[in-house]
């Protein structure tokens, strides 16, 4: 399975951005997409998922009002659509995904995803 993250970039501080994930014939059809992030010196921490199979997203506080998860199934594509940017966005992005349904208590757990994207660089300018 691979997953090709892109759409990353310079953006101000208050723009927005909109990250690709392209699944997999496998993974665009059950289980959760997800997107998390790296900041530098930081851990890996959760920003976003959407579980396929009942159709619902979940997010991290810190974006939750900014960012929206979306996915057009013809496509096989998730989406992190990144508005009013801060200068804390700024990381590494990398989509994840798991073709298990986790229950909404395990979606920020990188642990349980078992595919990874590459990672897109979002560099938000103050």
């Known amino acids: 399975v691979q997953l090709q993250a892109s759409g990353g970039g310079l953006v101000q501080a208050g723009g927005s951005l909109r990250l690709s994930c392209l699944a997999s014939?496998?993974?665009?059809?059950?289980?959760?997409m997800g997107w998390f992030r790296q900041a530098p010196g930081k851990e890996r921490e959760f920003v976003a998922a959407?579980?396929?199979?009942?159709?619902?997203?979940a997010y991290a506080a810190s974006v939750r009002g900014r960012f929206t998860i979306s996915k057009d199934n013809a496509k096989k594509m998730v989406y992190l659509q990144m508005n009013s940017l801060k200068a804390e966005d700024t990381a590494i992005y990398y989509c994840?995904?798991?073709?298990?349904?986790?229950?909404?208590?395990?979606?920020?757990?990188?642990?349980?995803?078992?595919?990874w994207g590459q990672g897109t660089l979002v560099t938000v300018s103050s």
């Open positions: 014939e496998r993974t665009s059809r059950s289980g959760v």
């Open positions: 994840a995904a798991t073709t298990r349904n986790l229950i909404l208590s395990a979606l920020s757990s990188r642990m349980e995803y078992d595919y």
């Open positions: 959407f579980r396929w199979s009942v159709g619902t997203a």
